[in-house]
């Protein structure tokens, strides 16, 4: 006997798919320490709550992930994808010299990707910037106005 097949496999497998973004659950310090900027393909992007550097995060949308090897194939090329055009749009907004890329996760586990622009006399230049001092918010207007030019780069 041959296994009948769903002819509306596709529905079902949308609705599963949908489900998933749906019950995405974003790890509480990333929350608390960045805002949304958007939606990509993939990934929620995020402004980090800290003026000092222009700090961008992605995080993908696939919960109880922390490697970038669990994504599947396709996850992983989107997160490349969507890297690449966040830091290109970043050095652009900000003419950075460097651009940081870095997923660490040694103390939030939840899949992110750290996107950070980095200049000569920067508060910590040419060492990284994990740990370094505290976080220094933005004031609205600076954070809106950030946020709209480099939305209008990507």
Known sequence: MQAKHSKNCYHNENILWRNHLSTFKLDERIARDSELITTL???????????????????????????????TPLDQAMLTFETNM???????????RKINIG???????????????????????????????????????????FIKRLTGAL
């Open 41 to 71: 393909g993939l990934c929620q992007l995020r402004l980090q709550n800290d003026k000092r550097w222009p700090w961008l995060v992605l995080v993908p949308q696939r919960n109880g992930l922390s490697e970038m090897f669990e994504l």
């Open 86 to 96: 966040v830091a290109e749009a970043l050095k652009t907004v900000t003419r950075a």
């Open 103 to 145: 997923a660490l996760g040694n103390i939030v586990s939840q899949l992110h990707v750290h996107i950070i622009a980095r200049n000569e006399g920067d508060a910590c230049w040419p060492g990284p910037i994990w740990g370094f001092g505290s976080a220094e918010p933005y004031a609205d207007t600076d954070k809106r106005d």
